[in-house]
């Protein structure tokens, strides 16, 4: 399927262009040289390694690819995409959702790293949210700061706190000791803001919890979040 709707660079364009049009040829020549791919675990270096996987576990299998979401970050550019095709479907989310961490060095892919995605329900986020749970999944302080407005008012369990260094600290730092996980569940507009619903769990007392992020979003960036229980 066709990608309309996001700006890829054009390598990570093609990927998806080539697996979704069968073409082999295309597919390989975004990658470099020595290129590393990581898939279910297994790591795959250089083209030799890359055209064996690619053959077999997407070729092979007529993988389709539909783009659902992008997030950019200082080190690489993540593509959640929906998912079907031949494979073996035993114990696989249905439908199934992946996210393709993509590292590039000029126009070609040097290294490709592909999860089960952690919005594993592709729930349509707007851009600034998604980059928020991106960067809090993977604890990157600039990105998750970027996401808010200089004046951004965060409120959780009773506390304000002010600012984008001050904001993605406290929610970096509550990630990071709990190990927390999360699974958004739901997107809706109430009252002019974005609600996110989303089930977190990890190492705290009442672990898991379902909460509500309410988003304010103007000019792209995020100005007030309050975070509070699910329905409350």
Not at 29 to 37: C, L
Not at 90 to 110: C, E, N, R, S, V
Not at 146 to 157: N, R
Request: hydrophobic share 40%; aromatic share 8%.
């Amino acid at each position: 399927m066709a990608n309309n709707q996001f700006q890829l660079p054009k390598s990570v364009e093609t990927h998806f262009q080539a697996t979704n049009t069968s073409d082999p040829v295309a597919f390989l020549s975004t990658f470099s040289e020595d290129a590393v791919v990581i898939d279910a675990g297994k790591e795959y270096r250089g083209k030799a390694a890359i055209k064996a996987w690619s053959d077999r576990d997407y070729f092979g299998d007529h993988l389709r690819l539909e783009v659902t979401n992008a997030v950019q970050d200082a080190l690489e550019i993540v593509v959640t995409a929906k998912c079907d095709g031949e494979y073996d479907k035993t114990g696989l989310p249905d439908p199934l959702y992946l996210d393709f961490h993509f590292t590039l060095d000029g126009d070609k892919i040097t290294r490709l790293r592909n999860v089960l995605s952690s919005n594993s329900r592709a729930v349509p986020l707007p851009q600034p949210i998604a980059a928020f749970y991106h960067a809090s999944d993977v604890y990157d302080d600039a990105l998750l700061a970027g996401c808010f407005a200089t004046d951004a008012v965060l409120a959780d369990e009773g506390m304000e706190y002010h600012g984008p260094e001050a904001v993605s600290g406290h929610i970096l730092e509550a990630n990071r000791d709990a190990k927390v996980t999360t699974e958004i569940t739901g997107c809706t507009e109430k009252n002019g803001d974005t609600v996110v619903t989303a089930t977190l769990s990890g190492s705290f007392e009442g672990s898991p919890v379902p909460l509500d992020f309410h988003f304010t979003v103007e000019n792209g960036k995020i100005n007030a979040l309050n975070i509070v229980l699910a329905g409350a």
